[in-house]
């Protein structure tokens, strides 16, 4: 064995073409809490140029980070994570980036191949974890890694998905084949517009009786879509929202005026029920977050609802086409006016919090939004704002802002970042905060305090079989006070330099001055 | 459906079947982090008397506090957990909670059931994810709700193992038939002992030519248990050993010397490949916890392997029958001396830090152990400590401790917990410290703060095929500086006093107060 290891060293190891491979393909950051498993991925990163590791203190920090980073760049980081506990840890965010679509490859050790059947402690069904958000990758074979590696990086970029890719360790370790030299480079086709789709939705559009919505999502968001989108609202009268939970939605800088679909189910209903025609442009059919009694799943009609691309085609494409179709020419200007300046001494509601925020944004920022309570108003209100990126939680997994800020941070360093975070969420994986330290990942980190899970105050209140009062123990679970989160102290415990925030004047402050500094700075607002 | 429902207000729903149900059955205690599909079950809690809900802000916090609980009591505790995101949120601490043999229930929300087909945001296989960490159960008919509840508690708790029940919100708020009257109480039937195995090993031990060496774990490390052990060591001259990750082990008082085996398999081949029997009270075989090139995956020489008891079997009364057949009678003291005072202007070692807890460690105590910079010393030293319990990470799933120490404490609130934690590990689920805080609990938190992933830096100067030197980004994945991470700012933030101590007189000043006051203190140890 030592014989065989010696000579080991002077070749690559599995682990080196598996990051070169992966270098190869343009994949240029790895957001990385490995175990001994992964010591071979790990030594092989200082040996592979143009990768960069960024540790994350939990693996839901990792993985959030790759949807964010995905999500700005439109392509795949690696995360590197540790047997099957630490691929479970990661599953929740891996949950949001699924339903994002965006690009993610999990690179997960495993034991060494001949120790697995063994049922050592940190044993467990790897494969079974992964295939509950992706795809799934076994390496069984030295030999397999570089086209492997490269299958799933190309599978995740293309199809806009996860890939897990599990590699034991003595296949990290051992000698494996380089990748053949001169790969192409990778190149994400071009996604398709469906032209009958579109052709059927001009002429539908044009033969409605009542009220036309368009419904924006994925590509549909793009600042070219959106222009497009208004020119056909002009032409049309047709009203225009975005996916509730938008992956990215382009906003401000002139945009036309684009709201988000209602939460609640029953909102929802008054806004679509009425129309003539609900056409989907990279948006899914729109049905109920959470299915209610006496309320219905699917929220339009379902002979009012028409694809003109589905959001794994190209939708900006096929609303560009719609435009030119209809013949619509002048785009309609946001016309919308920025929210007025709040009194420098007023206490912070998650409304004024959310305006006041959308009238200070500079130019350019990406905002990960994550929790209502600051998060819908401030939508609302940006819409005047300067051109901007929105994300928001796609897949209502919590714990997916603060990571997907720091991801986007790392993506675009030249961008400011600001998160918008409710507190209750932002518990789940407040430990990205001591990354955006290390890495002076430059996010202003917003904080909601208002210490409840407001939204789920108002489910008890919805709740149409609960007693007329919610109970003391009901009320605590919705709680977050008893005692208070203090967000100030927490933040410093992770190295984030961090204020509070009572009033609108103290917000104001406090938030310029965190954008004039290099580095994270977190500022409670006290709802 | 109005007229449904407000009949359903008049009679139990299904949420008070299935939590009556639990309570009829024993169950006391639920660690829930619930979202919206469980809002019904929220409401029902204060419907329940004898049920006591206890907020975690993550759900692995709500996983390892039911394990904590369960490795006290014996007994279930429920979780509350909030569809499959939430689920897999707490898969890592079920993980651990698996091998620990330690019964939990699960209860998850899931959407209505006619709401599931139409893939909202938050739908994912919850099924797969269950299965990963144990038993699934679904329920699909209101009717069935007690008798699934009741048939998951008792197969959790006669197996030692970990039991899921998917509840549909429509089948939680609507009305369900109440559980039959006087259910049978609880009854964990005793586990079983194989006489036969007893006379093999009796026979075994009698003719062994070389040494002998028991290996205890689950009921073996009972009191009773080790009671027993030392007789048969003092008749036989054998060495005893626990696993090395014991789910919990009673400690000190007087106890024979039982030293943990090994973790690192060169080490633990040592001590048994020399072995005439090795033979197994409640243990599994040992096998490496990683595999290592060169190195075997089974530590022992098979041959001389003898099961006495396995882990589901009586181990206790196993190891008290063999003591009687061998004819030992006299049972062994630690003899050990406790260690000595240390000198109160030393700086802090891991080794000096975990000698000295042990030396003041008050009686009755349980001793929350994750990680080894501590934990090891602590353990070597805890032999001449007063009786006391403790309990170790099982699976490997890092995060264990805290949580684990919040279900002890819940599980036994008039004991005082002790949570000797890393740094590292702490950081998955510092989250348990605000629940403590909430919950006035009794914990004393010691974090072995030396701001690094010590064990993968012993991994990677083990590493057989790395570099002579680790590079940067290598160094830069297992250290936790840059930024240093603060406990006390962080656990002030969670609510929870702390403190800070450098040198062995500053440790037993703050340990000594924070064992006076009631409620949980931690204590930022630097080593």
Partial sequence: MTAELSTVRAQATGADVLLRTAAGRGVSVCFANPGTTEMPLVTALDRTPGLRAVLGLHENVCTGAADGYARITGHAALTLLHLGPGLANGLANLHNARRAGSPV??????????????????????????????????????????????????????????????????????????????????????RRVDTDAVERVAREVRAAAGPVILILGGDGLSRAAQHAAGRIAAATGAVLYSETFPARAERGGGLPPVDRLPYFPEAAVQVLRPASAVVLAGAREPVAYFGYEGLPSRLARAETVHRLAGPGEDAEQALVMLAELIGASEPHGSGEAPPPEPDPGAALT?????????????????????????????????????????????????????????GAAIAAPERPVIAIQSDG????????????????????????????????????????????????????????????????????????????AATAGELRDAFASALRARGPHLIQMEI
Same sequence: chains 1, 2.
Avoid: K
């Fill in 105 to 190: 490859v999990n690179v997960v050790g495993d034991h060494m191949s001949w120790h697995r059947s063994f049922d050592a402690p940190l044993t467990s069904d790897i494969a079974a974890l992964a295939r509950t958000v992706g795809a799934h990758h076994e390496i069984c074979d030295p030999a397999a890694i570089a086209a492997t590696t490269r299958f799933a990086i190309d599978e995740a970029e293309r199809n806009g998905g996860v890939s897990t890719l599990v590699v034991p360790a003595d296949f990290q370790q051992r000698a494996a084949p380089e990748p053949p030299a001169g790969q192409p480079a990778r190149d994400v086709p071009r």
């Fill in 350 to 406: 998650g409304q004024s919090a959310g305006a006041a925020l959308a009238r200070w944004l500079p130019e350019h920022a990406v905002v990960s939004i994550e929790g209502g309570t600051c998060g819908y108003p401030f939508f609302t209100a940006s819409a005047a704002a300067p051109a901007h990126t929105v994300l928001t939680n796609t897949g209502g997994a919590i714990g997916q802002g603060l990571p997907a800020a720091l």
């Fill in 425 to 500: 969420s932002g518990l789940y994986t407040a430990q990205a905060l001591w990354t955006m330290a290390r890495e002076s990942a430059d996010v202003v980190v917003l904080i909601a305090a208002n210490r409840a899970y407001n939204v789920l105050r108002t489910e008890l209140s919805r709740h149409a079989d609960a007693e007329a009062e919610a109970g003391p123990q009901a009320l605590r679970l919705t709680s977050l006070d008893d005692p208070a989160m203090d967000w100030v102290s927490l933040a410093r415990g992770f190295g984030v330099p961090a204020r509070n």
